[in-house]
């Protein structure tokens, strides 16, 4: 009898991981309209895959994480990302990389999402403010100052940041839990969206002075928008 209890327990274990594995892949673009004809088809949820015999060592390779990022921009801070557009062999693989380097005073990377990846960030050098907001209702800003050695954690999708509050260059490691994390900085999605929000809806959703413009905004705060991660 404990033999048949057993023989079932184990059923029932089988069953319920097939469930828990039934689950659709995470999207690796911001959207895929299916198609009804497969020879219609232009993207897939990531890259066409080369035949494995043809694989080499420059597949899975990529060279100047060491070398420092140009500061030298309103911001104070560059991104340099290492994911499957620089390394095809990401491809499937769901992790990616970034180094992220920092000027003196102030360096800062703005608010941003990574609507497809959880973030892991290092301090090797400097001391970083980092933090996120947690989801609506609630909004509670989670923060902490980080020194060299330390490491955070921004889950997935949840606005961050990371600033230098040191007087020397910061640098940081991020890894990513996907092969194409994407990235939508706040402030060049809502102030710099092509065509343009509505200057009524971001007036009444910002409580902002229709005198200030959308430009007046992202200039002001965080732009350029071409070096966020």
Same mark, same amino acid.
């Given at each position: ?40 088809? /232009? #993207?897939?949820? &990531? ?14 390779? =990529?060279? +100047? %994480? ?86 955070? /954690? #921004?889950?997935? &999708? ?14 940081? =490691?991020? +890894? %990513? ?53």
């Amino acid at each position: 009898m404990k033999g048949a209890h057993l023989l079932l327990a184990v059923s029932l274990l089988a069953l319920a991981s097939s469930f828990a594995y039934a689950s659709d892949p995470s999207p690796l673009q911001d959207f895929c309209v299916a198609i009804n004809d497969p020879k219609d088809g /232009v #993207f897939i949820n &990531g890259k066409f895959c080369n035949d494995p015999k043809l694989a080499k060592a420059e597949d899975f390779f =990529f060279s +100047g %994480l060491n070398m420092p990022g140009n500061t030298s921009n309103q911001l104070g801070s560059k991104v340099t990302p290492v994911n499957v557009e620089q390394i095809p062999g990401l491809n499937t693989l769901g992790i990616s990389l970034a180094r992220i380097d920092f000027a003196p005073y102030g360096g800062l990377n703005p608010p941003h999402t990574h609507p497809r990846a959880t973030e892991i960030l290092v301090v090797l050098e400097g001391t970083l403010y980092v933090g996120f907001v947690t989801s609506n209702p609630d909004n509670r800003l989670i923060t902490k100052v980080l020194y060299p050695g330390d490491v955070f /954690v #921004f889950p997935v &999708g949840l606005i961050h940041f990371q600033f230098n509050i040191g007087n020397t260059n910061a640098i940081a =490691f991020a +890894g %990513l839990s996907s092969q194409n994390p994407g990235v939508i900085t706040i402030a060049k999605a809502v102030f710099g969206s092509n065509p343009p929000i509505n200057p009524d809806v971001l007036t009444k959703a910002f409580q902002l002075d229709k005198n200030v413009s959308a430009m007046d905004v992202s200039v002001g705060c965080c732009s350029p928008f071409n070096i966020m991660f």
